[in-house]
């Protein structure tokens, strides 16, 4: 059975800290690891990987997958109030496994 | 603007009662999904469709039934045989289930179910 596990569940950091969130991942066929954001309801996505090290970024946000070691980090640079939500991490296999398989996300915080 | 609306946003039901959940969508989406949101449990899949009038059973499907008569519609029902119904209930699509149009998926609102 797929598996993803994401670390730690919650964090509590003051605005402009940097942080990093882990996730962890056993998949039939890997095929794609996805980062979503969820701040109040729906899920929005940020990152999709594919290949081991290479960093995906947009703004303050960077991710990077090693295949080899099965998991991926999701890093934040100087954190705002906007940042605070949960962070879903998300694996994707292929040839019969296509399913999407969740971790059950990191609440961040970010204080003022 | 092309998304995904879901309703009702609340939903309260007494035990024993069926309840539809609508999920519609306007982005000519083919693969559809509902997925249920516990806390600490992350997403967990129900059901799945990749195609009008075909749908797989996901991970949770017990006490839950949909249907696919329309490419736009992805109605879930959650029936009087779901142990624990009370939680949150996200629908997503995507392109398709197949090729690298699959792996994103947009969602919904969702629904919250509060079972009395």
């Known amino acids: 059975e797929d598996k993803v596990v994401q670390s730690p569940l919650s964090l509590v950091v003051h605005e402009g800290d940097t942080v990093t969130l882990n996730c962890s991942y056993e998949?039939?066929?890997?095929?794609?690891l996805l980062w979503y954001k969820q701040e109040k309801k729906a899920p929005t996505f940020l990152f999709m990987l594919?290949?081991?090290?290479i960093e995906k970024k947009s703004g303050r946000l960077s991710s990077i997958l090693d295949k080899k070691e099965l998991f991926s980090i999701l890093n934040i640079t100087a954190t705002q109030t906007g940042d605070s939500a949960i962070y879903l991490c998300a694996v994707r296999g292929s040839f019969g496994n296509e399913k999407l398989t969740f971790g059950t996300g990191t609440r961040l915080t970010i204080i003022p | 603007d092309g998304g995904i609306t879901q309703s009702p946003k609340y939903l309260f039901r007494k035990e024993g009662q069926n309840v539809t959940l609508s999920c519609e969508q306007n982005l000519n989406h083919d693969a559809m999904y509902w997925y249920r949101q516990d806390p600490g449990q992350g997403l967990r899949l129900i059901y799945y469709?990749?195609?009008?009038?075909d749908f797989q059973k996901g991970d949770i499907a017990e006490g839950y039934s949909v249907s696919r008569e329309k490419k736009e519609s992805f109605p879930l029902t959650v029936t009087s045989a779901q142990k624990n119904p009370t939680a949150f209930y996200l629908c997503?699509?995507?392109?398709?289930?197949w090729g690298s149009g699959a792996n994103v998926l947009t969602f919904g609102a969702g629904s919250r179910l509060t079972v009395l």
């Open positions: 997503a699509s995507s392109i398709g289930i």
């Open positions: 998949v039939t066929n890997f095929r794609s």
């Open positions: 594919t290949s081991s090290g």
């Open positions: 469709s990749q195609i009008v009038n």
